[in-house]
């Protein structure tokens, strides 16, 4: 399997302007998750979802993200509009949680930069 | 709230050395302990993976320690390389299944000179 895959790699836009990310997670896993990376903060949970359905979305910063994931091969992160302090590495992970371990996968995440 | 610790920020040591990077946890409720690594621009790779009802575990020259009711974890490295520089992140899983969300430690950077 070629792992989480993220798209763009690297995303810049102007402050107002909506962003999206996709993420694709390892075929026949059924969590995704996705996280945020800021040298302040950290790496944090945004969201999280099993079998497609959200389950924990408690550390989404604000009304401007939202999420979906609209089948098992696709999610995507969205901010409109965004602002330049959500300037950070986005991550998107997939496991399967039927294993007693429960390993996350990461993808390579994106890099944002609004200006 | 759980809040995870890692001590030191940033290590350098030269090649050979073996080393020790802390994490600790303010909850001791936790279901297992992960340590990742985190090269440069690229995602994160799962090294270990420690249950609570274990003790350590160990793989190649890595081996991780897990001491539940003090709220600490230690991963030993062995005979370190140049290739071992990276940023290492612990993370604690509070409860099984879906609902157990990854806390993780800000992270060590590990630098090791030739």
């Known amino acids: 399997d070629a792992g989480v895959i993220q798209s763009p790699r690297h995303e810049v836009t102007e402050m107002g302007q909506e962003v999206t990310l996709r993420c694709k997670p390892i075929?026949?896993?059924?969590?995704l998750f996705w996280y945020r990376q800021t040298m302040m903060r950290g790496l944090e949970l945004l969201i999280y979802f099993n079998n497609n359905v959200p389950i924990d979305d408690s550390g989404m910063p604000e009304d401007r993200f939202s999420a979906k994931m609209p089948n098992a091969s696709f999610s995507t992160l969205k901010i409109q509009p965004s602002e330049p302090r959500d300037s950070a590495v986005y991550f998107c992970?997939?496991?399967?949680?039927?294993?007693?371990?429960?390993?996350?996968?990461f993808g390579a995440g994106t890099r944002l930069s609004v200006l | 709230k759980q809040e995870v610790t890692q001590i030191p920020a940033a290590l350098s040591v030269p090649e050979g050395e073996n080393l020790v990077l802390n994490c600790s946890f303010t909850?001791?409720?936790?279901?297992?302990l992960q340590w990742f690594r985190q090269d440069p621009g690229k995602g994160l790779t799962s090294l270990l993976l420690?249950?609570?009802?274990?003790r350590e575990q160990t793989s190649g020259r890595l081996n991780a320690s897990l001491d539940k009711s003090s709220g600490r974890s230690t991963l030993y490295i062995a005979a370190s390389q140049p290739g071992d520089s990276a940023t290492y992140l612990c993370a604690v899983r509070a409860r099984a299944g879906n609902t157990g969300k990854l806390i993780f430690g800000q992270g060590t950077t590990l630098q090791v000179k030739p």
């Open positions: 909850d001791s409720a936790i279901y297992n």
């Open positions: 992970a997939s496991s399967l949680t039927s294993g007693a371990k429960n390993i996350q996968y």
């Open positions: 075929s026949g896993h059924n969590s």
């Open positions: 420690i249950q609570s009802s274990q």
